[in-house]
């Protein structure tokens, strides 16, 4: 069975600080996906990004980067130097091999000014 | 740009009174689907469509109902509304290639309020 912990329910930060957004899962699969999906107030949800299981290669885009270790089943992301826009629900995903895509519970970021 | 798109933003509806819920897309994606998502809570998935093949969660209420009349819209009907229905209804596509595992792409959603 496919599961997303995002053990971090709220985080609170003030602008230009680095925050960290966890994410541990569990699969019995070899073949994997993982997300992120951001969830601004307007209620959409914005795809960030996708890695398969077979690569590990850390990701940066911007301020954002993504850390991706097997060894700890974690795909960690980081938003360098946070802005108020950043202020958003934050959801981590996992989808095995021809299964559907189970979110984690999310976690609530706010940065202040 | 190409879009999903969810009518409308906000919708009200009486309980017991049945309620649609639209969804299009013009990114030509095979596969569409649909999602409940309540206050505080991660998207949960109710049903999707591969192609025409219409495909239920097991733990989706009878009370929901789908249809897909082509590739670029699909529907959401809630029968008979009940006051645990209320939601932000979200629906999402992707173009399967090579299993299900490509990125979702979703619209604004439908926040859905019984009185």
């Known amino acids: 069975a496919q599961k997303v912990t995002q053990a971090q329910t709220e985080i609170s930060v003030v602008e230009k600080e680095d925050v960290t957004l966890d994410c541990v899962y569990e699969?019995?699969?070899?073949?994997?996906?993982l997300f992120w999906y951001k969830q601004p107030p307007s209620g959409e949800l914005v795809f960030l990004i996708r890695?398969?299981?077979?690569?590990?290669q850390n990701e940066i885009s911007g301020r954002y980067s993504w850390n991706f270790q097997k060894s700890t089943s974690s795909f960690n992301f980081t938003i360098t130097a946070s802005q108020v826009v950043d202020s958003a629900v934050y959801f981590c995903a996992l989808s095995e091999e021809g299964n559907d895509m189970r979110f984690g519970a999310g976690t609530r970021l706010t940065v202040k000014p | 740009d190409a879009m999903v798109i969810q009518n409308p933003r906000y919708q009200v509806t009486q309980f017991g009174k049945p309620v649609t819920l639209s969804c299009s897309q013009t990114?030509?994606?095979?596969?569409m689907y649909w999602y409940q998502q309540k206050s505080s809570q991660a998207p949960k998935l109710l049903f999707h469509y591969y192609d025409k093949d219409f495909n239920n969660e097991a733990d989706t209420p009878d009370n929901f109902q789908s249809r897909r009349p082509n590739t670029s819209f699909c529907f959401l009907d809630i029968r008979s509304p009940g006051l645990g229905d209320a939601a932000m209804y979200l629906c999402?596509?992707?173009?399967?290639?090579?299993?299900?595992?490509?990125?979702?792409?979703f619209g604004d959603g439908t926040r859905l309020s019984i009185l």
């Open positions: 699969t019995r699969d070899t073949t994997y996906y």
């Open positions: 999402a596509t992707s173009r399967v290639s090579a299993g299900r595992n490509q990125p979702q792409h």
């Open positions: 990114l030509n994606h095979n596969v």
């Open positions: 890695r398969n299981s077979f690569d590990e």
